[in-house]
């Protein structure tokens, strides 16, 4: 298995490359793009449980705590640092 902060550093990197900024200049992904994201399916074993670690360690945000395909498709995925 990858280490956990590695994968975090993948992390950041595809919701730079996917996201959009908004006007506080953060960048944002919705959950649905990153999910479907062919490069994301191969990098990620586990992007939910990556999404999770990276919120525990509050590099990202976003709302509620398990996010499912389909049904959290459009749920804002949030880097909270540069």
Excluded: P, W
């Amino acid at each position: 298995t990858m280490n956990v902060e590695h994968e975090i550093s993948l992390l950041v990197e595809e919701i730079r490359r996917l996201g959009t900024k908004n006007a506080d200049g953060r960048v944002s992904v919705k959950f649905g793009v990153l999910f479907a994201d062919e490069k994301c399916a191969n990098l990620f074993e586990a992007l939910v449980g990556t999404l999770k670690a990276a919120k525990r360690r509050k590099i990202v945000t976003y709302q509620g705590e398990l996010l499912l395909q389909g049904v959290h498709d459009n749920v804002d995925i949030m880097l909270l640092q540069d």
